[in-house]
């Protein structure tokens, strides 16, 4: 039996150029979310950190699925390229994730939730 589609998900395209860069209040760390779920909570988005920047260690309540477009992160002592992909299941603590002079872009969706909704919500207030 097929799922029923999701009336939140976009099906038709948007221009993500278009779409602006939310802060995630760590400096030089941003994101640019695409599409939410309002069922599910499920989300997707563009995650961004400027060169030598560093993103806290954290977890997220729902699974993270993310791969690396463009640049270079380090996360444990290792550096990670365009074309990694990374599977953190809901609460496993990741990072810090450290940036050099390249800085980073990475896709990354949520299974549901992914516990910065607030920190948005707030920095697309100001």
């Known amino acids: 039996m097929e799922a029923p589609i999701d009336p939140a998900i976009n099906i038709g395209g948007e221009d993500a150029e278009k779409m602006e860069w939310r802060s995630l209040n760590q400096p030089g760390c941003w994101v640019k979310p695409l599409g939410r779920s309002p069922v599910t909570g499920a989300v997707g988005g563009l995650f961004k950190m400027e060169p030598h920047s560093v993103n806290a260690a954290h977890s997220h309540p729902s699974a993270e699925f993310t791969y690396v477009l463009e640049g270079e992160v380090e996360l444990d002592g290792k550096l990670y390229g365009p074309g990694t992909y990374f599977h953190r299941p809901a609460g496993v ?7 050099h002079a390249q800085g980073v872009t ?8 992914s516990g910065a909704e607030e920190t948005l919500r707030l920095s697309s207030q100001k």
Do not use: S
Request: aromatic share 14%.
């Open 93 to 99: 603590v990741h990072g810090p994730h450290l940036t």
């Open 106 to 113: 990475m896709f990354a969706c949520f299974a549901g939730p």
